[in-house]
């Protein structure tokens, strides 16, 4: 038992122990051979052996690392091949750093570092303190043009292996991307210097890449830069620049958005590293319809954002929304994930980044995104309350039927199929007061009184409400939430009435408090605003509603079309199918409140996106309904003279899909 606690703590200190080795002795004595073809030949021979090698031993971890630093040598196939064994092995080990670093290299060099970013970063993440992840993530975040990160990598990188020569010429690439030209100049020389003091075969090669960089910075800085013409030039640029700089101004702020993006073109020609400017330019191009060279005009400006990483997030979201109105959805997502790690410690950028995810339906993405707000915040209530919605929202009915079991909540004899749409907003309902603070409330009002939550210890420790500590929180903030309203001057009959600012009533039929009546009640109680609408009050614009008419808008132009909530109605007794059937994966209704009332939206348009062999039959009830056939199929047993009876089964059959 002592050695097993003793392994147990040597997995914790050293996870590379569980690391895959060699899968045959083989293996072993094929890299050597590789590594022999590099003395004794060339580099590009040497990856050709360690490609023979991995033929062989196909998953071998320490063939696939010398490989990969050698990839640069690798024809379409060969890259192909790794590329295969890295997907393949980072799903076997995720947490070996070298299948996340092949990742996230092989994309940089298909020109898709963005889609690798996250790979680097989790292949930094289980091998701390490797030299290669951080070398691999700076010349990733270099490839998306955000050098300040790629510097602080860089300078990591040579911190673990202060003569690497890739990493000493890396180094000086970033600073020749963005034009500083002395500083490549002192990197190149410092990788010149350490190819100088190499006794490999490929030191000479490196010694004449780093000899032809640093002369071709020389040309680079004595065409840009002549001292005493570029001072005077500068000067007269400037007074040229301010001027230009006002007029657009001008016409902006009158919104005359022709003028000011011709004024603004011609301000670019004098000064094109204003990052005001550039930012600028870019929205009036999109209020003057010029979508397309806005776009180009947003990523300029994110070239010259340098350090300010929260304004670089901006202007990858701007440029996103103007994706979206080109309707290229998929570059705008791409987008989104940019403003992210661009800026992954600002909790506002985030939780734009999440709450566009969410309005997208990527659920997994939006809940990775309110995940990241909750580490940097672990306060922030939106996070938190989104977060364990979309979790929710993720479970399978046999995790959730298992726990409301757990909870007490339903009997243990329960099946997936007993349960009920009223079992599923009751869970919905449990998950929502806990992530408002449920469990220490009732661990207050209740000290020592057992049976009221459990400790849940695959969710990090955290504690669950049990059926009858839920009902006792219940009762508790209704209780509460009542005699605040109360002294507020509100009647009995009209608190009851009430509704939270996106139109939500704040107490049930039942007179319990509803998930989002305890948000509007804690708010109000804490900050003493009116949080709360009266019955005869329209709601007002809300984050909901605007939230809500983007998701319908998207969905009708991916084939969706709205139906009315009789139509609604009927259609769940025409075909016989519950509800949390007609809304799930396979028939793909659409259930979104704006906050005043509910929209119902039915994949209609036929061969769109939404449509399947499933639900492509659905709009044809709608269209006998909106022409006055509302005979619905009894189910019934039919039979005909000379014949046995039939059974006429309707689209869904014991809260089941019905299929033939």
């Known amino acids: 038992m002592q050695l097993k606690a003793l392994f147990s703590k040597l997995m914790i200190i050293c996870p590379a122990l569980l690391l895959p080795s060699f899968a045959h002795a083989g293996a072993a004595e094929e890299l050597q051979k590789a590594k022999f073809e590099e003395r004794a030949h060339s580099e590009e021979a040497a990856f050709d052996a360690a490609m023979d090698g991995l033929r062989k031993f196909p998953n071998d971890r320490n063939l696939f690392l010398y490989a990969l630093d050698l990839s640069s040598y690798a024809n379409k196939s060969q890259l192909t091949s790794l590329e295969t064994t890295a997907s393949s092995m980072e799903k076997k080990y995720p947490k070996d750093y ?24 989790k292949a930094m993440q289980y091998g701390k303190g490797e030299f290669k992840p951080n070398l691999e993530a700076a010349k990733t975040y270099m490839a998306m043009g955000i050098y300040d990160r790629a510097e602080e990598l860089i300078s990591s990188a040579l911190e673990i292996n202060p003569t690497d020569f890739e990493a000493l010429y890396s180094k000086g690439e970033i600073y020749e991307a963005q034009d500083l030209f002395i500083k490549a100049k002192k990197a190149y020389a410092t990788a010149l210097a350490s190819a100088g003091e190499d006794i490999s075969a490929k030191a000479d090669a490196n010694a004449a890449k780093a000899s032809a960089a640093m002369k071709r910075v020389s040309n680079k800085q004595k065409k840009t830069n002549s001292m005493a013409t570029a001072k005077k030039a500068k000067e007269n640029k400037g007074e040229e620049a301010v001027a230009c700089m006002k007029k657009f101004n001008e016409e902006a702020e009158k919104e005359d958005f022709i003028a000011a993006a011709a004024t603004g073109r011609r301000c670019r020609k004098i000064d094109n590293r204003n990052l005001e400017l550039a930012s600028k330019l870019a929205d009036v191009l999109v209020n003057a319809g010029e979508y397309e060279e806005a776009i180009d005009e947003y990523e300029r400006a994110q070239k010259l954002t340098g350090n300010e990483h929260a304004k670089h ?45 969410l309005a997208q339906s990527m659920y997994k993405e939006a809940l990775h995104y309110f995940s990241l707000v909750i580490q940097i915040s672990p306060n922030n209530r939106e996070a938190i309350i989104n977060a364990d919605k979309l979790k929710v929202d993720l479970m399978s009915d046999e995790e959730i039927l298992e726990e409301l079991k757990t909870r007490g909540a339903v009997n243990q004899r329960t099946t997936v199929d007993m349960l009920s749409e009223e079992h599923l907003r ?51 903030v209704s209780r509460d939430a009542l005699k605040f309203f109360e002294k507020k001057g509100i009647n009995l009959r009209e608190i009851f009435k009430l509704r939270d600012a996106n139109g939500d009533l704040i107490f049930d039929k039942n007179g ?54 009789p139509e609604y109605l009927w259609l769940l007794k025409a075909t016989n199918c519950p509800d949390h059937v007609l809304k799930g994966d396979q028939v793909k209704l659409k259930e979104i409140n704006d906050g005043a009332m509910t929209h119902y939206l039915l994949c209609y348009i036929e061969n769109s996106g939404c449509m399947n062999p499933i639900n492509k039959g659905l709009p044809s009830y709608i269209e006998r309904y909106r022409n006055g056939d509302t005979s619905v199929s009894s189910g019934k047993s039919t039979s005909f003279f000379g014949t046995g009876g039939v059974k006429q089964y309707r689209f869904c059959e014991e809260g089941k899909i019905w299929m033939n």
């Open 512 to 565: 319990q408090i509803t998930p989002e009546g305890i948000n509007a009640w804690s708010e109000a109680a804490s900050t003493g605003k009116t949080t709360w609408i009266f019955s005869y009050q329209p709601v007002p614009g809300s984050r909901k509603q605007i939230k809500a008419s983007r998701e319908i808008t998207s969905l009708v132009k991916s084939g969706y079309r709205e139906i009315s909530e």
């Open 313 to 357: 997030a901006r202007l990858c979201i701007k440029e996103a929304e103007t994706l979206i109105r080109l309707e290229d959805r998929s570059a705008a997502d791409q987008k989104y994930r940019m403003a992210a790690a661009a800026a992954p410690f600002d909790e506002k950028i985030l939780l734009e980044v999440a709450d566009y995810f």
């Open 426 to 476: 009751l869970h919905r309902n449990m998950r929502a007061a806990e992530a408002n603070g449920a469990v220490e409330v009732v661990r207050g009002k209740f000290p020592g009184r057992p049976g009221l939550y459990y400790e849940d210890s695959e969710n990090g420790l955290k504690f669950r409400l049990t059926m009858q500590g839920y009902n006792a929180y219940a009762r508790t």
């Open 98 to 121: 070298a299948w996340n670093l092949g990742i996230c290299k092989f994309k940089r060099m298909k020109g898709k570092p963005d889609e690798g970013l996250q790979n680097c970063l």
